[in-house]
């Protein structure tokens, strides 16, 4: 409704009685009240006030509209309060999506955790890449391990460093034998995740600096599970993020190759909309994963 200020001013004059009074509460001078006044009762063509030089009263018209406009904002003060209030609280429901491989092993451990502490905390989790637009998708965050084109809109809190790590089964170097240098990798059957950036292009640090390996294999697949399964099947050499072989790699089903030469250190990254008044929720499991994803990667993790 385009007259709210001018009813919030009527309000304000009818509980101070009297223009200088309410003047003085919404601080600009008493010629604007009256004239903000005037407007209203222009606009509705409706007398509301009765003036005189001691006092003012309100029309019969005027009383009526008044009870009404005051529960209105009355009202309309208590869902500002309780939206507020909703805002800063610890409950309600975090809409979060993320690649399989970040869900399964960074956030959902994280997730437990956080539930049994918050408990009025729900999860509603969608697996997928960076959508186009985060608001039509109504989520509240995106944790991905890389970002491909940043937008102004968006905020982006990097969580936690993420090493690529090139590894075989025992059962597949018994076999096909184990490269000695990354250069050597032209030779062995190299499983492809398609999604990875520079999917077949692997990179490797040397005293002489950075450098590319160009591979090559007869498995290929856009699914980090099926990749994983593949390599720990013995099918070739593949190159995985480390928190989704640690386990395997302690457990002796995998082996890393050249650990030493591995240069293709990303981040865990959460995207989310920029929003001056970001849901305490939101924050408080930002924090929370950040600081349970440290834990992970200050782990004394042998290869």
Known sequence: MENLDDINVFLKVVEKKSFKGAAGELRVSPSVV???????????????????TRRLTLTGTGAVFYERCRKIFDELGAVREATASQNQELK?????????????HLVMPAIKAFMDRYPEITFDLTIGSLPANLLEHDLDA??????????????????A?????????????????????????????CLIHE?????????????????RVRVKGNFRTNNSIM?????????????????????????????VLFEDAIS????????????????????????????????????????
């Open 227 to 255: 990749l994983q399964a593949a390599l720990i099947g013995g099918l070739g050499i593949a190159r995985l993020p480390d928190h989704s072989v640690q386990q395997d790699i302690a457990a002796g089903k995998l082996e």
């Open 92 to 104: 309600g429901t975090l809409k979060l999506q993320m690649t399989v491989g970040v869900g399964r």
């Open 195 to 211: 999604p990875q950036k520079s999917a077949r292009d692997w990179r490797f640090a040397s005293d002489e600096g950075e450098y």
């Open 34 to 52: 009256s004239k903000r006044i005037g407007q209203l009762e222009e606009t509705l063509g409706v007398q509301l006030l009765k003036r005189s």
């Open 142 to 159: 995106v944790i991905i391990q890389w970002v491909r084109v940043r937008d102004s809109s968006l905020e982006y809190r990097t969580l």
């Open 264 to 303: 293709d250190g990303r981040s865990v990254v959460a995207v989310y909309p920029r929003n001056k008044y970001q849901p305490v929720r939101l924050r408080t499991f930002l924090d929370f994963l950040e600081e349970h994803l440290i834990t992970i990667s200050e782990r004394d993790i042998r290869y």
């Open 161 to 189: 460093p993420v090493r690529y790590l090139v590894c075989a089964a025992p059962a597949y170097l018994a076999t096909a034998g184990r490269p000695k240098s990354p250069k050597e990798l032209r030779g062995f059957n």
